[in-house]
């Protein structure tokens, strides 16, 4: 009878615990992961007094970071802003071509941000801007569900006809492209206006599907990405989304993001029983500090 092999079980190894050192330091507002890990490869962060060189490292609360010499700040919550991006900017942190960047073009006094998703050099409206980068890929997954609208001007006469492969979903260059909402606005001269919403996000992926169908895009803005909407606001201009509507949004997912602690919730005290016969009486005087009126007297009948 053959022995049989027992292979361990990997579920059983233990895991390290905590988050690795580069995460907790962009969670903390002090750069981006990638440029974290650059910083402590440069020797720039010590943990509990030892200089690190390896972003291979799990840190919990209870270690004491430095970055430069200075303590580590406690993590910031998450926090959502809707930017109005206008044309020329390129949604990046550092431009190869030395175009300018969204980054650096925002307001004075916002912390450190990332967008979330891009819009491209020649694309306007709403880009959605976040300190945590947890929240940030959760907003650029397609199974949120959130659909993205766009208006868009395309020169041509479009036709229902001309645009049903988009409704359907077509493959352009190898990409499946899911069903998109395609609404015809209005003809204007040479060009017509068109409403485009999708629930993805993929590189150029409205000015592609419309160039499948024969159609060229000479302008385009993102007008909502989800509850969130353009509206009004100006071009270069930044508002944040209160921390309410943020949670009402996202749900009890939006407390789980980086740097935003779950709050238990609120036990409430057990009230004491009343006994029948220590309740008040309803024309009793101090019934009525409580809100209820008192009850009419009844009549005494006379004999």
């Given at each position: 009878m053959k022995d049989h092999m027992i292979t361990p079980d990997k579920t059983d190894t233990p895991q390290?615990?905590?988050?690795?050192?580069?995460?907790?330091?962009?969670?903390?507002?002090?750069a981006s992961r990638r440029q974290a890990e650059i910083l402590i490869?440069?020797?720039r962060v010590c943990v509990n007094g030892?200089?690190?060189?390896?972003?291979?490292?799990?840190?919990?609360?209870?270690d004491r970071i430095t970055v430069d010499g200075k303590p580590l700040r406690a993590p910031e919550p998450a926090r959502l802003w809707l930017y109005h991006k206008p044309l020329g900017l390129v949604t990046t942190t550092r431009d190869d071509e030395g175009r300018p960047t969204v980054f650096d073009n925002l307001p004075e006094g916002l912390p450190r941000v990332v967008s979330v998703g891009r819009l491209d050099l020649n694309s306007e409206g709403l880009l959605l801007l976040t300190n945590d980068g947890t929240l940030k890929r959760k907003l650029e997954l397609p199974s949120t569900g959130w659909?993205?609208?766009?208006?868009?001007?395309?020169?041509g006469a479009p036709t229902d006809e001309m645009l049903?492969?988009?409704r359907e979903g077509i493959v352009v260059e190898g990409e499946?492209?899911?069903?998109?909402?395609?609404?015809?606005?209005?003809?204007?001269?040479?060009?017509?206006?068109?409403?485009i919403g999708i629930r993805e996000g993929r590189n150029r992926e409205i000015r592609r599907a419309l160039s499948y169908v024969g159609l060229s895009v000479n302008r385009l803005i993102r007008i909502s990405y989800g509850p969130f909407q353009?509206?009004?606001?100006?071009?270069?201009?930044?508002?944040?989304?209160?921390?309410?509507?943020?949670?009402?949004?996202?749900?009890?997912?939006?407390?789980?993001?980086e740097g935003d602690t779950p709050k238990p919730p609120r036990k409430q005290k057990p009230r004491p029983p009343v006994a029948r016969g220590d309740r008040p009486r309803k024309d009793d005087p101090a019934a009525t500090r409580t809100g209820r009126p008192p009850a009419r007297a009844r009549p005494t009948r006379k004999p």
């Open positions: 390290p615990s905590g988050d690795r050192i580069a995460k907790v330091l962009a969670r903390a507002g002090v490869v440069e020797g030892k200089r690190i060189d390896s972003p291979a490292l799990n840190v919990t609360p209870s659909l993205r609208k766009y208006r868009v001007r395309v020169n049903a492969p988009l499946n492209f899911q069903p998109m909402i395609v609404a015809i606005d209005r003809q204007q001269g040479a060009n017509a206006w068109l409403t353009l509206g009004t606001l100006a071009k270069g201009a930044v508002e944040e989304v209160k921390a309410r509507v943020l949670r009402e949004q996202l749900g009890e997912g939006a407390r789980e993001t």
